[in-house]
């Protein structure tokens, strides 16, 4: 392993719940210092069962030191800090910290950093070559319109592409508004910073979940779908092509991508029609996997040629050779795991460094207002006995 890709580059995190963390989360596998400011009292998220225990395990049951599941996993690599940024005295903290930062992350409505007086043009006076990320529902028109995963999956269309025909519309089985925001987050920090390196100059770079959900759903072209009438769900199928489903086995599913005429000759050879028209070949291949065992009818479609994969459990697909990406999570004061499985960034490269885990919370608020601020320990007190930092 390398010191890390992003040696060097200073993060301040500003963001909560999904998005954002997990944006700063990259980085830090990435090998930047990242602090991350939450507030004095300790925020409901970190009381979401289940828990990281100090002696180590994990259960249901909150004790004094426990580690909530999310800040187990998105908060690894960072420095903690407490500090109540809604007040005059932590909000000129925050900004004293971004200007010795290299990014600030934020995922708050439009606006509201602006009037903590922490918003881009703000910091920007300050540190000039500041990049700063700033993640919304809905860009900086949405106003104080709430987002939420879900919600987001709904405008965007995704929704309502997700399901079958003749059944409801359906979210996403993981949260993947949130994370496929985070990553190019991610990317818009990493183009900004080598731009910056190139001009000296920081910037604002503006990431907008629904802009991020629009493209991904767009990626298709669905306005002509909609101009040769094509159904808007279509459940595991897909109407440009033959044979592409999903099949019901005798144990299970298979999927199924069907992407040639030779692959389907080879099946149809196989399964004892051969010559048989593609068209149908739906019919066909489901009454020949309906009494097989789905790992027969999965090695018999690859043996094929056709790219065809068993709908496995997430428990299941863990145990899969090829999966690198998962690790054991662990209580920063623990002598062992907790038994839980969260991913690393899933990029194999020299560059990406092992985090540590994450910090208790406010453990390092300290060391870094020591550091990048210059606060001496009667300053502190005085700051704590206030209710500012924690």
């Given at each position: 392993m390398s010191r890390g890709a992003l040696?060097?580059?200073?993060?301040?995190?500003?963001?909560?719940?999904?998005?954002?963390?997990?944006?700063?989360?990259?980085?830090?596998?990435?090998?930047?210092?990242?602090?991350?400011?939450?507030?004095?009292?300790?925020?409901?998220?970190?009381?979401?069962?289940?828990?990281?225990?100090?002696?180590?395990g994990a259960a249901d049951t909150h004790v004094e030191g426990a580690l909530a599941m999310p800040?187990?996993?998105?908060?690894?690599?960072?420095?903690?800090?407490?500090?109540?940024?809604?007040?005059?005295?932590?909000?000129?903290?925050?900004?004293?910290?971004?200007?010795r930062c290299d990014v600030v992350v934020e995922n708050s409505k439009p606006g509201t950093m602006a009037r903590l007086g922490l918003g881009f043009d703000s910091l920007a006076?300050?540190?000039?070559?500041?990049?700063?990320?700033?993640?919304?529902g809905y860009g900086p028109r949405g106003g104080d319109r709430p987002a939420m995963d879900n919600i987001v999956q709904a405008a965007c269309g995704l929704m309502a592409r997700t399901g079958f025909p003749d059944g409801p519309?359906?979210?996403?089985?993981?949260?993947?508004?949130?994370?496929?925001?985070?990553?190019?987050?991610?990317?818009?920090?990493?183009?900004?910073?080598?731009?910056r390196d190139a001009t000296g100059r920081g910037q604002l770079v503006d990431v907008s979940m629904l802009d991020v959900m629009t493209a991904l759903v767009w990626d298709e072209p669905v306005d002509h779908y909609e101009a040769a009438g094509l159904p808007v769900r279509t459940g595991n199928a897909d109407a440009r092509g033959t044979l592409i489903d999903t099949y019901r086995c005798a144990d299970g599913w298979v999927s199924v991508t069907c992407t040639s005429d030779r692959q389907w000759d080879a099946l149809?050879?196989?399964?004892?029609?051969?010559?048989?028209?593609r068209s149908q070949a739906g019919r066909v291949v489901?009454?020949?996997?309906?009494?097989?065992?789905?790992?027969?009818?999965?090695?018999?479609?690859?043996?094929?040629?056709?790219?065809?994969?068993?709908?496995?459990?997430?428990?299941?697909?863990?145990?899969?050779?090829?999966?690198?990406v998962l690790e054991e999570l662990r209580h920063p004061l623990a002598p062992r795991?907790?038994?839980?499985?969260?991913?690393?960034?899933?990029?194999?490269?020299?560059g990406r460094v092992e985090v540590a885990p994450a910090e208790l919370h406010g453990a390092s608020t300290d060391a870094v207002l020591r550091e990048l601020v210059g606060l001496r320990e009667d300053d502190l007190a005085r700051l704590r006995a206030d209710g500012v930092i924690a």
């Amino acid at each position: 392993m390398s010191r890390g890709a992003l040696a060097g580059v200073r993060v301040l995190d500003l963001s909560r719940f999904v998005s954002g963390p997990l944006c700063t989360f990259f980085l830090a596998s990435l090998g930047a210092e990242v602090i991350a400011i939450e507030p004095p009292n300790v925020s409901t998220s970190r009381r979401l069962p289940p828990f990281a225990h100090p002696e180590g395990g994990a259960a249901d049951t909150h004790v004094e030191g426990a580690l909530a599941m999310p800040f187990l996993k998105r908060g690894r690599g960072k420095r903690s800090i407490a500090v109540d940024i809604t007040r005059p005295e932590g909000a000129d903290l925050a900004r004293a910290i971004s200007a010795r930062c290299d990014v600030v992350v934020e995922n708050s409505k439009p606006g509201t950093m602006a009037r903590l007086g922490l918003g881009f043009d703000s910091l920007a006076r300050g540190n000039p070559r500041l990049v700063y990320i700033a993640i919304s529902g809905y860009g900086p028109r949405g106003g104080d319109r709430p987002a939420m995963d879900n919600i987001v999956q709904a405008a965007c269309g995704l929704m309502a592409r997700t399901g079958f025909p003749d059944g409801p519309p359906l979210r996403a089985g993981t949260t993947v508004a949130d994370h496929t925001t985070a990553t190019f987050a991610a990317l818009g920090a990493l183009a900004a910073l080598r731009h910056r390196d190139a001009t000296g100059r920081g910037q604002l770079v503006d990431v907008s979940m629904l802009d991020v959900m629009t493209a991904l759903v767009w990626d298709e072209p669905v306005d002509h779908y909609e101009a040769a009438g094509l159904p808007v769900r279509t459940g595991n199928a897909d109407a440009r092509g033959t044979l592409i489903d999903t099949y019901r086995c005798a144990d299970g599913w298979v999927s199924v991508t069907c992407t040639s005429d030779r692959q389907w000759d080879a099946l149809a050879a196989h399964v004892g029609v051969p010559g048989a028209p593609r068209s149908q070949a739906g019919r066909v291949v489901a009454q020949w996997a309906a009494t097989r065992p789905a790992r027969v009818v999965e090695a018999e479609l690859l043996a094929c040629g056709m790219p065809a994969g068993r709908v496995r459990h997430p428990v299941e697909a863990r145990d899969d050779p090829n999966v690198r990406v998962l690790e054991e999570l662990r209580h920063p004061l623990a002598p062992r795991g907790s038994g839980f499985l969260g991913p690393r960034l899933p990029l194999v490269l020299d560059g990406r460094v092992e985090v540590a885990p994450a910090e208790l919370h406010g453990a390092s608020t300290d060391a870094v207002l020591r550091e990048l601020v210059g606060l001496r320990e009667d300053d502190l007190a005085r700051l704590r006995a206030d209710g500012v930092i924690a």
